[in-house]
């Protein structure tokens, strides 16, 4: 799992609470990303990181923030959680950059009631 | 609208055959591909990755390329019931190497 972790792995919670999922990692990779996974959907981009404090969207962003002011950790949050934020979260790093893979962590299940 | 397009399966082949798994994708910008596999319940695996025309062997599984189709497909030789699983197929896009989209996968499934 190239040394990422996610936790919680496994979250309920109610429509309109807060909830922050955490990804980190001890390799010290410069970019991280978090992905959000749905039957029919496949794995969709949420939000990335290129280095500490910079971030950027993907293509399901909306509703979600995330935070990286370490360079092992990248937080995800979602501000007011809705029964569409439903979901299988996985984090992941880029590896080699001669490669430009992509390597995961093992994911966190959060429902929101 | 970037796309990258799988058929969904399930894909059933028998074991020692060969599984072929098919994608395509819309961005002619595209430089590198990949094929991860993922169990029920767990994250995706990185099995291969390609990005020149053409064949790449490793061990059982060969990846092969087709630019100028906008083709990307995975064999798996001497399929096993261990196999059996859903396959990803992901690019880059936009000319960036920094960013993958993926498609919705294949679920395989080796008969014993």
């Known amino acids: 799992d190239a040394g990422i972790t996610q936790s919680p792995r496994h979250k309920v919670t109610e429509t309109g609470t807060p909830v922050t999922l955490r990804c980190h990692q001890t390799e010290n990779h410069r970019y991280m990303y978090w992905y959000r996974q749905d039957p029919g959907h496949g794995l969709r981009l949420i939000h990335y990181?290129?280095?500490?404090?910079?971030?950027d969207k993907g293509e399901v962003s909306d509703g979600y923030s995330v935070s990286r002011s370490k360079t092992e950790d990248f937080l995800l949050t979602l501000e007011s959680a809705t029964s569409s934020q439903t979901s299988v979260y996985f984090c992941a790093i880029r590896g080699d950059y001669s490669t430009d893979t992509q390597y995961f962590g093992p994911g966190t299940r959060l429902t929101v009631l | 609208q970037k796309e990258v397009e799988q058929n969904s399966g399930p894909l059933s082949v028998p074991e020692g055959a060969i599984a072929s798994l098919n994608c395509t994708y819309s961005?002619?910008?595209?430089?590198?591909f990949f094929w991860y596999r993922q169990y029920s319940g767990k994250s995706p695996e990185l099995i291969m990755f390609?990005?020149?025309?053409g064949d790449k062997e490793d061990g059982r599984f060969t990846a092969q390329l087709n630019k100028a189709s906008q083709y990307v497909s995975l064999l798996i030789r001497d399929s096993q019931p261990s196999d059996s699983a859903t396959y990803l197929c992901a690019v880059t896009y936009g000319g960036a190497t920094n960013k993958l989209i993926f498609g919705t996968g294949t679920l395989l499934a080796v008969q014993p």
């Open positions: 961005d002619r910008g595209s430089q590198s």
């Open positions: 990181s290129y280095g500490v404090k910079d971030t």
């Open positions: 390609i990005y020149s025309n």
